[in-house]
């Protein structure tokens, strides 16, 4: 009899396993490893793939490296089969959308009862921040610059996830993302590779555990292989063009972070990369992903790849296609339905060898017998979920670590803003997102329930009970916002779909009854932003950036009352909001916070909790900026001075600058403020001058910076202190800045902390023109501060 899991016994420790290994070093590396993941690459374990696979006739061989969505659909309409009887002839390995002990063990029953060689299904699912206790979006997740928060999202998501019989998650993303109009920023940990492999590492960590056959670890799937985030002009599903210096310098270091944590599997994008699409690309994903990283678990593709290939016209027909995604190193077609149905012929005929079929299905098979589906198959059933008071504790805990205090100015007669005052207080809470449950799950919400979501306006009940006043003011959208919609799914011959947030009736009326109510408070805290569902993640691209609808007018209509203005911002990616950065006097970014986000976003207005949290993405101050990030390579013509020498100083104009705003950021990279103060002390280096054979690859460190921060202010706080390098002597121009380190750093008022950071081949290493990895004679600059605009400096040389 097989056994079930029972997790009602499991754990939730922790097991953070380290991958070691080393890498050839004379100047230049050239990257030839082992595989990252031990259990994989288990002798014994290939050793049952080895002795199965002989057993499989060419039909089981092809079924094993199917995958469909025998639950609700999260793409194009899916194929409509029989999957009871395709399980049942071995003609399936893997499903998706198929979630709770019933359903899965019904197919994993088929499976492995009336199956001719009783080889468990792979259930997958995307569970991006949470699968029932739904957390913050991904990117707000980034913005506490803490891996070990985001160690332990993963966990409590690996855990709800194998209770519902899903031993496999679509997470993370961690596609690089530097433009703003791409929806899907909302899932990544934003534009900085050195951040975004940290942050990559964790989510690996957290939901693996190290160990595969553990009963609440979950095989991740990192996404989007490779580039996704670098889709031109920010619109989704579009072609990525970039050099190979940028893509590995860039791109890659999230996903070979992820490798090298152990990933089990990695799934294609849907873009192309320089002309080749993802998901047929030999060069992505074989050569750098296994040849040179050593990768050997599988590679699904994403939802209909595999037969988009059509469209990207590198084939005249579905064979031909699914031919190139097979061959190129794709080993699972998800819901294309052309393996099934095309790879068999062309493997008779010797199109295809039948040996690049065989190394697919060991590659699935690897991952099947490390999750120890083969021994227990099933899933006891659990209750129907409830969050705990543990889950709503750490949901609050992790919100309100990722709440950004953009701004906090003071306002007449008083100090800063925020935090506002414990003692009773008349607030008018305005807006269509104060209320709204549904939106604080955000994008990606797996099986999270609105009915357990606290919203804001819920949260400040609890707090101010009469003293609280409420008016929606607007819609989300408003009705031209609506008729634009519809025109574009009309001439792109889409289906129609209604936005998920309405716009409240007359918006000049409820904008008008929005003014009153701020009249009678002390205070005006307005929650605005995006439909979570409709305005961010996947293709949810926008031209705008600003707040969508009437909101802008209702903001500047509260504000022109002379009531203290408090702007709680609900979003799933930076804003274009210029107009509120000169007038409201505090601007929170809250992202799209979860279950518990009321609660977290009340627990910083009211000081409860000290922001900590800092932007992982630059909010421009025009949409013309995008695509928009800190780490600009340098130019012949910087510009300098500014705007307002213009035309006087024609000489002014031929700078690398717009003619009509600042280059800079509203709030860039790194940026987000404390209700304490903390200063820096210059950094110091152990080590002036280093040679090039100091900082081979494998070393942890040939130097190490270190500096002094104080906590000046008069509350404890937690400070993420940012070290950034520039490389000025390079034989490839190299960015302006570079993050190489950061720590977060608590302190009580006036205490100081020596904080270092070690320096090595990784954080000193670029590629150069012949994309090889190299550390060269150098000086370095070093920044240390609070945000990419880091003004204490040092610098040391490499020799």
Same mark, same amino acid.
């Given at each position: ?15 953070? &396993? ?104 792979? =259930? ?94 979950? %095989? ?17 599903? !579009? ?13 890659? $270091? ?11 599997? &990695? ?37 209909? /790849? ?25 080993? *699972? ?28 299905? #060991?590659?699935?098979? #690897?991952?099947?017998? %490390?999750?120890?589906?083969? +021994?227990?198959?099933?899933? +006891? ?5 409830? $969050? ?31 935090? *506002? ?18 939106? *604080? ?41 609506? +008729? ?28 008008? +009854? ?12 307005? /929650? ?30 509260? /504000? ?24 409201? $006097? ?76 600042? !280059? ?40 190490? &910076?270190?500096?002094?921060?104080? !906590? ?70 070093? =920044? ?16």
């Amino acid at each position: 009899m097989k056994k079930t899991f029972n997790l009602s016994l499991v754990s939730a420790a922790l097991l953070c &396993v380290t991958a070691v290994f080393s890498i050839g070093f004379s100047v230049t590396v050239a990257f030839a490893q082992a595989a990252p993941n031990s259990q994989l690459a288990s002798k014994e374990l290939n050793a049952r793939v080895e002795k199965l696979l002989k057993q499989m006739t060419l039909e089981e061989k092809i079924g094993q490296t199917v995958q469909y969505a025998a639950g609700f659909a999260t793409g194009p309409a899916g194929a409509k089969v029989s999957y009871d009887e395709l399980t049942q002839q071995g003609k399936i390995g893997s499903m998706l959308n198929v979630y709770g002990a019933d359903k899965t063990n019904h197919y994993q029953h088929i499976a492995m009862e009336k199956a001719r060689l009783h080889i468990p299904i792979l =259930f997958g699912q995307d569970v991006i921040h949470g699968m029932h206790t739904t957390f913050p979006v991904p990117l707000a997740l980034s913005t506490s610059w803490d891996p070990k928060l985001v160690e332990g999202v993963a966990r409590t998501s690996a855990i709800e996830s194998r209770a519902e019989g899903i031993p496999w998650v679509f997470s993370p993303m961690v596609d690089i993302a530097r433009d703003a109009r791409w929806g899907r920023i909302v899932e990544s940990a934003g534009e900085d590779p050195y951040l975004g492999s940290a942050v990559a590492r964790a989510w690996v960590k957290g939901y693996q555990q190290g160990d595969l056959t553990k009963p609440d670890s979950v %095989a991740v799937s990192v996404k989007h292989f490779a580039a996704y985030g670098a889709a031109i002009a920010g619109r989704d599903y !579009n072609a990525t063009d970039m050099s190979d210096i940028t893509l590995r310098q860039v791109y890659l $270091p999230p996903y070979h972070a992820a490798v090298d944590a152990g990933a089990a599997t &990695v799934m294609s994008s849907f873009n192309s990369i320089n002309g080749v699409p993802g998901t047929a690309n030999p060069y992505t994903l074989t050569q750098i992903l296994r040849k040179e990283w050593g990768f050997d678990g599988l590679v699904v593709s994403d939802w209909g /790849a595999v037969a988009e290939l059509l469209n990207h016209s590198i084939g005249p027909d579905g064979a031909t296609v699914a031919r190139k995604a097979l061959v190129a190193g794709v080993d *699972m077609d998800m819901e294309g339905n052309l393996y099934g149905t095309t790879l068999a012929a062309q493997i008779r005929s010797g199109a295809i060898p039948e040996a690049v079929l065989d190394e697919a299905v #060991r590659r699935i098979l #690897r991952v099947k017998f %490390a999750l120890g589906l083969f +021994e227990h198959p099933y899933n +006891e059933p659990t209750p129907v979920y409830q $969050p705990t008071a543990e889950n709503r504790t750490q949901a609050r805990a992790v919100a309100a670590e990722t709440i950004v205090l953009l701004k906090n100015d003071a306002v007449e007669g008083t100090g800063a803003l925020l935090p *506002m005052s414990k003692k009773a207080k008349t607030v008018a809470l305005i807006g269509p997102l104060a209320d709204s449950a549904k939106d *604080m799950l955000g994008s990606w919400g797996a099986l999270g329930d609105p009915k357990f979501v606290v919203s804001l306006r819920q949260a400040l009940q609890e707090r101010l009970g009469d003293k609280l006043l409420y008016a929606v003011g607007c819609g989300v959208l408003s009705g031209k916002d609506e +008729e634009v919609i519809q025109h574009a799914q009309f001439i792109d011959q889409q289906p129609a779909m209604a936005p998920k947030q309405e716009a409240v009736g007359d918006d000049t009326k409820t904008i008008a +009854e929005a003014v009153e109510t701020a009249k009678k408070a002390d205070v005006a805290i307005l /929650a605005l932003g995006e439909s979570a569902d409709w305005m961010t993640g996947e293709a949810s691209s926008r031209t705008r950036l600003d707040l969508p609808g009437n909101q802008e007018q209702l903001l500047e209509a509260v /504000a022109a009352t002379g009531k203290p203005v408090v702007l709680v911002l609900f979003t799933g990616r930076p804003s274009e909001i210029k107009w509120a950065g000169t007038h409201i $006097p505090a601007i929170v970014e809250a992202w799209f916070p979860g279950i518990e986000g009321g609660h977290a976003v009340a627990d910083v207005l009211f000081g409860d909790v000290n922001p900590s949290a800092k932007l992982t993405t630059s909010f421009p101050r025009a949409v013309g900026q995008e695509p928009l990030y800190y780490a600009q390579m340098p130019t012949g013509r910087p510009a300098h001075g500014d705007l307002s020498q213009l035309p006087a100083n024609a000489a002014e104009k031929f700078m690398s600058r717009y003619l009509d705003e600042e !280059n800079s950021a509203l709030f860039p990279f790194g940026w987000g403020l404390s209700y304490t103060r903390f200063s820096y002390g210059k950094p110091v280096v152990d080590k002036a001058q280093i040679a090039v054979k100091d900082a081979p690859a494998g070393r942890a460190a040939a130097l190490t &910076v270190g500096v002094d921060v104080r !906590n000046t202010g008069s509350v404890a706080g937690t400070e993420v202190v940012q070290l950034y390098l520039r490389n000025t002597s390079a034989s490839v121009e190299q960015p302006l800045r570079e993050l190489k380190g950061f720590a977060r750093v608590t302190l009580a008022p006036g205490e100081s902390k020596h904080v270092e950071f070690p320096l090595g081949f990784d954080e000193l290493s670029f590629y150069n023109v012949e994309s090889k990895r190299i550390v060269e004679p150098t000086t370095y600059k070093v =920044f240390v501060g609070g945000s990419s605009l880091a003004s204490a400096e040092t610098s040391f040389e490499v020799r």
